[in-house]
């Protein structure tokens, strides 16, 4: 499976931005898809995630009520809406997939075979 992470950009803080990750080669059915991010100088961070079924989500709590995941079956993506951004939200943001994953794993970056490139989100205070 592929994945191709795009949306991110330059915004100032109380902007809004949308996160698109294209899983390719494989149905995005089976597969939870998570957003994780890095910062500089910081561990990979868990963001937000579906479960394989797409029956449940998860949100960190830094970006809970803030952030939220959804995902386009048809579209096959599984994208981020970011709102009310903050200067500390300023990473690099990575998507990633596994088919394997259980769900109490799931903010565990290596529980991951699956990873995009990264798309970078800077936001200005």
């Known amino acids: 499976v592929q994945l191709q992470a795009s949306g991110g950009g330059l915004v100032q803080a109380g902007d809004s931005l949308k996160l698109s990750c294209e899983v390719s080669g494989r149905t995005v059915s089976g597969y939870a898809v998570a957003w994780f991010r890095q910062a500089p100088g910081k561990e990979r961070e868990f963001v937000a995630c579906?479960?394989?079924?797409?029956?449940?989500?998860s949100h960190a709590d830094s970006v809970k009520g803030r952030f939220t995941i959804s995902r386009d079956r048809a579209k096959k993506t599984v994208d981020l809406q970011m709102n009310s951004l903050k200067p500390e939200d300023t990473a690099i943001y990575y998507c990633?997939?596994?088919?394997?994953?259980?769900?109490?794993?799931?903010?565990?970056?290596?529980?991951?075979?699956?990873w995009g490139q990264g798309t970078q989100v800077t936001v200005s205070s």
């Open positions: 579906f479960s394989r079924n797409g029956g449940s989500s």
């Open positions: 990633a997939a596994s088919s394997s994953v259980i769900w109490s794993a799931r903010a565990t970056p290596s529980a991951y075979a699956y």
